[in-house]
């Protein structure tokens, strides 16, 4: 068990390009969760897989906002045409079928200039 | 609605005092709840969790908390604090809807401890 790993750690960008990130979570976990979190608030419900299935999708989650978990492992996140607005810290936590508690990886900070 | 309150956004203790973070739910029913840890530029460790059974939970690093159906706390609770416990903490509230794990997370209370 080698914990939610998440890459990359940090990631600047230009207003207005593409970036994806990437999160592999502990093995054999079916759950996955995206999160973003601003400077002093609590993480904030991005988007829910279970295997590969998206579920769920939250009203923040503009147009621009993608995941994927194509065989139910790892899965990506792309933000396109980022915004300032998109700087935060995004998490990824996963959580195995039936067990309630969810574990989050390191984190990866976006800085849009 | 679902929600989670911490109504301390800062807590300054010292070094060996003792420490209680306070956290109020809104939810119908009983609801999983947690506590997560999250050092500066870093992810969120769990510290311990309650879904049911004994109110009284203990976790890592020697933190407890106590669930309170009547008052809607979920406090957590260390006797004697280290310097390295200096942290944001959040707790969160999860529960099952339609076959899925839900969360929700308070805004935090970042602990300060002074040598």
């Known amino acids: 068990d080698t914990g939610v790993s998440q890459d990359p750690r940090h990631k600047i960008t230009k207003r207005g390009q593409n970036v994806t990130f990437r999160c592999d979570p502990i093995?054999?976990?079916?759950?996955l969760y995206w999160y973003r979190q601003t400077l002093g608030q609590g993480p904030e419900f991005l988007t829910y897989f279970q295997n590969e299935a998206q579920l769920e999708k939250s009203r923040l989650l503009s147009d621009r906002f993608s995941a994927e978990r194509p065989k139910g492992s790892f899965s990506t996140l792309e933000i396109q045409r980022t915004e300032q607005g998109d700087s935060a810290m995004y998490l990824c936590?996963?959580?195995?079928?039936?067990?309630?508690?969810?574990?989050f990886g390191p984190g990866t900070r976006l800085t849009v200039t | 609605a679902q929600s989670v309150t911490q109504p301390d956004i800062h807590i300054t203790v010292s070094e060996g005092a003792s420490l209680e973070l306070r956290c109020n739910y809104s939810?119908?029913?009983?609801?999983?709840l947690f506590w997560y840890v999250q050092s500066p530029g870093q992810g969120l460790q769990l510290l311990l969790k309650y879904f049911s059974g004994d109110t009284l939970v203990q976790g890592i690093k020697g933190f407890e908390a106590e669930f309170k159906r009547s008052q809607s706390s979920f406090n957590l609770r260390k006797p004697s604090v280290h310097w390295s416990d200096a942290a944001e903490y959040f707790c969160a509230v999860g529960w099952a809807s339609s076959g899925t794990y839900k969360y929700i997370f308070g805004t935090g209370t970042r602990l300060k401890v002074l040598a």
């Open positions: 936590a996963s959580g195995a079928g039936g067990r309630y508690e969810q574990y």
């Open positions: 939810y119908g029913a009983t609801p999983y």
């Open positions: 093995s054999e976990h079916n759950r």
